[in-house]
């Protein structure tokens, strides 16, 4: 068994960028850079296709990273997003705030696209009050949102 595999890169990863030909190791690209369309092995017939499309796929990992920075300056720094919950007199929720839920808010309050996997949070949000999120907008660009937690009235 070797220990590197071949891979033509489609989008910019921890493995280097858009149309780039690296080694990596079998692991890496069978779990996260194959099952995630990141990359596609190197054979003989995806060098000819990638060949004939690399201008193409350079060109559309950059048009990604520009809307990516797009999507982070319409979010902007000290962005909050409000979400409504029902919870007790102490302030504890009665069900947490999932990362669905947070996609949903910051999609609605800045007209993105956004699923879960987007979000990351430290710890599950379970009482009223201000949390932070990350949010990955693509070509390894992130921001931070305050999650402002308000009683459902």
């Known amino acids: 068994m070797s220990s590197t ?9 921890e493995a280097g960028k858009a149309g780039e030909l690296v080694k990596v ?15 596609v092995v190197a054979d003989v017939f995806n060098m000819k296709v990638f060949e004939a499309k690399k201008a193409l796929i350079e060109e559309q990992a950059q048009k990604r990273k520009e809307n990516a920075e797009a999507a982070k300056d319409k979010i902007g720094e000290d962005a909050v997003v409000s979400i409504s919950a029902k919870a007790g007199e102490s302030g504890k929720l009665f ?22 996997e ?28 305050t999650i402002k937690v308000e009683r459902e009235e």
Do not use: M, W, Y
């Open 118 to 145: 987007n979000i990351t949070i430290n710890e599950a949000i379970k009482a009223l009050g201000q949390h932070k999120a990350k949010i990955s907008l693509g070509s390894k660009i992130e921001t931070e949102v």
């Open 25 to 39: 190791r079998p692991g890496f690209a069978r779990n996260f850079l194959l099952p995630k369309g990141l990359a």
């Open 5 to 13: 595999i071949n891979l033509i890169l489609t989008e910019d990863s």
């Open 95 to 116: 069900g947490a705030i999932t990362k669905e839920k947070i996609a949903a808010a910051v999609s609605e309050s800045f007209s993105l696209a956004l699923s879960k």
